[in-house]
């Protein structure tokens, strides 16, 4: 976990902005297909923070359920990728550090989904998982 006061941030054309506050969790670059489908980049980087300590503060963006479990928001007007929420997990949102205005605060744990990575993806030093990750 990764202590961050506030991270703020929001789509490309600025119609849609929110703001998250207390521990990130869960910060990782996925390789999934449906994450990189719905980005549109070879993988994206996620970091989680509590439900509660998270809202949109200015306009309202359109969800989509990926798949069964999956409910992703983005930028109606834009196309903006910009949260990840499983529907068991209630308490937990996660949000792309692409959309964040200061990124530099998060720094990434591990990488996920790898045996779904684009072949020319050089892994870094990061933990490697072939799934999701394994917890302790």
């Known amino acids: 976990m990764q202590s961050v006061s506030t991270i703020e941030g929001g789509c490309l054309c600025g119609a849609v902005r929110y703001r998250a506050s207390g521990q990130a ?8 297909r449906t ?6 980049a070879p993988m994206v980087t996620w970091a989680g923070f509590d439900s509660d300590k998270f809202n949109f503060t200015q306009g309202q963006p359109v969800s989509y359920a990926s798949s069964q479990n999956v409910v992703r928001t983005f ?24 959309s964040m205005d200061d990124p530099e ?3 990434p744990e591990d990488h996920t989904w790898t045996e779904n990575r684009i072949s020319w993806i050089t892994l870094d030093h990061l933990p490697a998982y ?3 990750r394994k917890t302790k």
């Open 25 to 32: 969790h869960g910060i990782t670059h996925c390789h999934c």
């Open 35 to 40: 994450c990189r489908r719905a980005s549109g």
């Open 75 to 98: 930028c109606g007007r834009c196309g903006t990728a910009l949260t990840y929420r499983r529907l068991d997990l209630p308490e937990s949102v996660d949000l792309t550090l692409g």
């Open 105 to 107: 605060k998060i720094t």
């Open 130 to 132: 072939p799934q999701e």
